[in-house]
């Protein structure tokens, strides 16, 4: 399949403080992301995670490097709105994202500043609302949704622009358990239903054992990069790095290191029970 | 809780003046008020409150609600009401004591006023009962929209008002939590001796600022993300339609208001 | 010996309007001196509601708290004396700071208190070493702090009253996992040091476990239930049923014994899990 995004050997630093001292937040990126890709990305806070989510629809430039997003390398400026409209974003609080004050009005609008005739934005507006499960709440305020529902309206913000991917900063860490699965159901029904490319940047580690392919960032680098079963059994490494592992690959490790027979690779609590059952059945 | 208190004054109904174009319902107000200062005589304001009074009636809103509206006036307007009556020596004088006399004119011209003033306020008041702040915003912004050609920031000024609008509730919520949390480490917000509330305030407003200054960084990403760049070229969801509604409202508008210059000729 | 007590506690928003809503409902508890409990409830159970009273930050529709055996509201002027026994920290408490130094605004609440300022001063120090934040961060503006620095410089003004009862809202919320571990362990610290109770409000049920001696549940205003964390465990699945998760390695020995494996012990814990399959397994000979 074809690369979506195409990142080379980028480098930021933000612009120094008063002295004129630089500070290097990403130190040299490569990373090629496939059409398609449920990609999640994982680093604990300054591990350059989000600073690496802004490059991706320009909000920030490389200071050396490239970044190429659907064959639009993000430095033109000319493309920029092609460029957004190709990539969209979602972030972590859903208050400060939602711009106007009835939902469906806040759905319309990046297809408002591009200019789409009213027909078609009535239609892409009501299809993306659909889409999300938020149709009926159309017409309320955003104050009067839950966290998980106001999220699930960015999305449709996002999703209006059909976009080719969405990049998702942190879009679950202030919501509830429920708000929570709601937005990662959507989320994964975007990927596989409409077969959006997703970029999901989380702390929650159950929700990266649910991805294609994790990457791991560390003080500006990517320090894994591979399925989530291989990345999760490197539970020391992980656990350097300031990372959890999901309980069951934990529990595995542990008794591998007591002289278990039993596959490190386990992340899901079927695997788990599958796993144990063999051990005793033996 | 400050949460219960109620953003403006929109009662949301179905009713003929609801559905009204909201640009049209500004042009008529203006008519409106146009129509109740014109003419000085008492006929020509009982045609003006006929038409007030009906435009109430089929708003379908509690006619109390528009009573509401002028109470907190009522004060203003009874010492004026008075001033007025003693002020005013012409006409036949129907009470006299000492250097103090109430004349007919006096008593009409105060009954005039504060039947004028009260009618303003309630029909104005049918505006805002039935025009949601964020419809009125675009009304707004579109009957301006000619001040574009000047470099007026008419777009800028609606989408500032809209974006107020929007994080009203929100900031309310927060300012809500902020007391609650400075009060559990003691900060007494509603006793204590000035100075010291002053300082209460202190640890109020600077988490509130501070919080509103990153919400509104975030917003502005959160904008641009989404391809915001000004008025230019914007394409609108909300489609702001006009229907023959509309004209018969304002012909019906226009009407009473020529009415109302006819019977001041006339009277 | 109880330190906090409800009796028939009940709270109404809005009365008499269209948004009439009881958010807790005739609720009766009893939390113990010294203990560490884990509120768990999803959003709208009224798990907030209820903290708010326990500091008097709401009074009661009707029903009771009791505070050392004493009505929190048998005196309504004395109500600010409550809230430095019982310390409430809320949801992102560093949205709170407002000082111009990390010192000033720990000693925001003992300086309410009308604390010497020498006694002020102890307290701070003391609780910023409980707190993991070092003696140079003192003088330094808390805004140019580190997003978990900030956090903890909000547990320790609440921290620094010294209150009875310490309740914290989500106090991790939004924190990455090494952050996350590091307020659990100060705050664990922090209670080994002072012994005084400490109620923990959490969505994620594996730090709750390890965590908590007891664990309060609440769902619809009401109470669901109040006991020891095992007991809690042993029903898992009435939890899921009702919102909220269970942890994962609960889950797991939960299906383990669907499927014919059973320990006949309520697992929560990875630590526990692995001493129990492997004790199993020596006893069968597997190992």
């Given at each position: 399949m074809?690369?979506?995004i195409?990142?080379?050997d ?5 612009k120094?403080n008063?002295n004129?001292e ?5 130190k040299g ?10 990609l999640?990305v994982?680093g ?12 991706i ?12 997003v659907?064959?639009i390398?993000?430095a033109?400026?000319?493309r ?7 990539a ?5 609080n859903p ?12 759905v ?16 892409r507006v ?9 149709y ?5 305020s955003p104050?009067q949704l ?13 999703i209006?622009?059909?976009p ?12 509830d358990?429920k708000?929570?699965?709601?937005v ?9 239903e409409?077969?959006i490319?997703?970029i999901?940047?989380t702390?929650?580690?159950d929700?990266a054992?649910?991805?294609d392919?994790?990457i791991?960032?560390?003080?500006g680098?990517?320090v ?7 990345v999760?059994s ?6 350097r790095?300031?990372l ?20 490190p690779?386990?992340?899901s609590?079927?695997?788990c ?8 059945k033996? | ?10 009662f949301?109904?179905?009713s ?13 107000t203006?008519?409106?008020i146009?129509?109740l ?9 009982a045609?003006?409150?006929?038409y ?8 379908r809103i509690?006619?109390?609600?528009f ?9 203003f ?5 008075v001033?007025?009556?003693f002020?005013?020596r012409?006409?036949d004088?129907l009470?006299?004591?000492?250097f ?11 009954a005039?006023?504060?039947i ?6 309630m029909?104005?008041?049918i ?14 912004e ?16 609606a ?13 309310i919520?927060e300012t ?6 400075q009060k ?13 509330r ?6 109020i407003l600077?988490?509130?600022?501070i919080s ?15 391809c915001?760049h000004?008025?230019e070229g914007?394409t609108?969801?909300r ?6 509604k509309?004209?018969?409202a ?5 009407v009473?208001?020529?009415?109302v ?5 006339i009277? | ?9 009940t ?6 309007t269209p948004?009439?809503k009881t958010?807790?409902?005739h ?8 203990e ?9 159970s009224g798990?907030?509601t209820?903290?708010?009273h326990?500091?008097g930050?709401?009074c ?5 708290i009791?505070?050392?055996?004493r009505?929190i ?8 004396d409550?809230?430095f ?5 809320f949801?992102?408490?560093?949205y ?15 300086k ?7 006694e002020?001063?102890?307290?701070v120090l003391?609780?910023a070493e409980d707190i993991?934040l ?8 808390p805004f140019?702090?580190?997003?978990g620095q900030?956090r903890?410089v909000?547990?320790?003004g ?6 009875k009862?310490?309740i914290?809202?989500?106090?991790t919320?939004g ?5 996350r ?18 109620l923990i409000?959490?969505?994620?049920m594996?730090d ?5 001696d007891r664990?309060?549940?609440?769902n619809?205003?009401?109470?669901f239930?109040f ?10 699945e009435?939890i899921v049923k009702i919102?909220?998760?269970v942890p994962?390695?609960?889950?797991v020995?939960l299906e383990?014994k669907?499927?014919?494996?059973d ?11 692995k001493?129990l399959?492997l004790?199993h ?5 597997g190992?």
């Amino acid at each position: 399949m074809n690369n979506i995004i195409e990142i080379h050997d980028l480098h930021f630093a933000y612009k120094g403080n008063e002295n004129g001292e630089e500070k290097e937040v990403l130190k040299g990126i490569d990373l090629n992301i496939r059409e398609g890709e449920f990609l999640a990305v994982l680093g604990h806070n300054g591990s350059g995670k989000s600073t690496l989510a802004k490059h991706i629809n320009a909000i920030l430039l490389p200071t050396k490097g490239r970044v190429t997003v659907n064959g639009i390398d993000t430095a033109d400026d000319s493309r920029l709105f092609e460029l957004r409209q190709c990539a969209g974003m979602v972030f972590q609080n859903p208050d400060n994202q939602i711009v106007s004050s009835i939902v469906e009005e806040d759905v319309a609008f990046a297809l408002e500043n591009l200019g789409v005739p009213y027909e078609e934005m009535r239609k892409r507006v009501d299809d993306a609302l659909k889409s999300v499960g938020m149709y009926e709440y159309r017409l309320h305020s955003p104050s009067q949704l839950s966290g998980g529902q106001k999220q699930r309206v960015a999305i449709a913000g996002v999703i209006a622009m059909s976009p080719k991917c969405i990049i998702l900063d942190e879009p679950t860490a202030m919501l509830d358990p429920k708000g929570r699965r709601e937005v990662m159901d959507t989320i994964r029904r975007m990927n596989r239903e409409h077969g959006i490319t997703i970029i999901l940047i989380t702390h929650y580690m159950d929700e990266a054992a649910a991805c294609d392919r994790v990457i791991v960032m560390d003080e500006g680098r990517i320090v894994m990069d591979d399925i989530p079963p291989k990345v999760f059994s490197r539970v020391d490494e992980m656990k350097r790095i300031g990372l959890d592992v999901p309980q069951v690959t934990e529990l595995v490790w542990q008794l591998r290191k007591s002289g278990c027979d039993i596959s490190p690779e386990i992340i899901s609590g079927e695997e788990c029970v599958d796993a144990i059952m063999k051990l005793f059945k033996s | 809780m400050l949460k219960d208190i109620t953003i403006g004054q929109y009662f949301p109904m179905n009713s003929v003046i609801h559905s009204l174009d909201p640009r049209f319902k500004i042009v008529i107000t203006l008519l409106m008020i146009i129509m109740l200062f014109s003419g000085g005589s008492m006929i020509c304001l009982a045609i003006g409150a006929v038409y007030t009074v009906m435009a109430m009636l089929l708003s379908r809103i509690p006619l109390k609600l528009f009573w509401k509206s002028v109470r907190p006036l009522m004060p203003f307007l009874v010492i004026t009401a008075v001033l007025n009556i003693f002020i005013i020596r012409s006409g036949d004088t129907l009470w006299k004591w000492k250097f103090i006399s109430i004349t007919e004119d006096g008593l009409n011209s105060s009954a005039f006023m504060i039947i004028r003033i009260t009618l303003l306020v309630m029909g104005s008041s049918i505006l805002t009962y039935t025009t949601s702040p964020i419809t009125l915003t675009d009304a707004i912004e579109r009957l301006l929209s000619p001040l574009k050609k000047l470099k007026f920031p008419v777009h800028e000024l609606a989408m500032m008002m809209s974006i107020a609008l929007r994080f009203i509730p929100t900031l309310i919520e927060e300012t809500d939590k902020i007391i609650s949390a400075q009060k559990a480490r003691g900060a007494e917000i509603d006793s204590g001796s000035l100075s010291h509330r002053a300082k209460n305030l202190v640890s109020i407003l600077v988490p509130l600022f501070i919080s509103s200054f990153r919400r509104a960084d975030e917003l502005a990403t959160a904008m641009e993300c989404r391809c915001y760049h000004g008025g230019e070229g914007r394409t609108r969801l909300r489609q702001l339609r006009s229907s023959y509604k509309d004209y018969i409202a304002l012909i019906i508008t226009i009407v009473f208001l020529a009415a109302v210059i006819a019977a001041g000729r006339i009277f | 010996m109880a330190i906090l007590e409800t009796q028939q506690l009940t709270y109404t928003y809005s009365i008499d309007t269209p948004f009439e809503k009881t958010a807790v409902d005739h609720v009766d508890l009893s939390i113990n001196e010294g203990e560490i409990i884990g509120l768990m409830g999803h959003t709208g159970s009224g798990k907030s509601t209820l903290i708010q009273h326990f500091n008097g930050l709401l009074c009661p529709t009707s029903g009771k708290i009791l505070l050392d055996g004493r009505d929190i509201w048998a005196d309504k002027n004395k109500i600010r004396d409550v809230r430095f026994q019982v310390g409430l920290v809320f949801q992102y408490p560093e949205y709170q700071i407002f000082e111009e130094t990390v010192f000033k605004d720990i000693a925001f609440g003992p300086k309410n208190m009308g604390l010497s300022d020498e006694e002020i001063k102890q307290r701070v120090l003391e609780t910023a070493e409980d707190i993991g934040l070092s003696e140079e961060l003192m003088e330094r503006s808390p805004f140019e702090l580190s997003g978990g620095q900030k956090r903890r410089v909000a547990i320790a003004g609440v921290m620094a009253m010294r209150p009875k009862v310490l309740i914290l809202d989500e106090p991790t919320a939004g924190l990455d996992p090494a952050g996350r571990d590091q307020i659990f362990a100060q705050i664990k610290k922090y209670h080994e040091r002072n012994k005084n109770t400490i109620l923990i409000v959490s969505h994620s049920m594996e730090d709750i476990a390890s965590f908590a001696d007891r664990i309060l549940v609440m769902n619809q205003g009401k109470l669901f239930c109040f006991d020891e964390t095992v007991k809690v465990f042993a029903r898992a699945e009435e939890i899921v049923k009702i919102g909220l998760d269970v942890p994962q390695i609960t889950k797991v020995f939960l299906e383990l014994k669907r499927r014919g494996l059973d320990f006949g012990k309520e697992v929560y814990t990875v630590d526990y899990a692995k001493e129990l399959l492997l004790r199993h397994l020596k006893e069968r000979g597997g190992l």
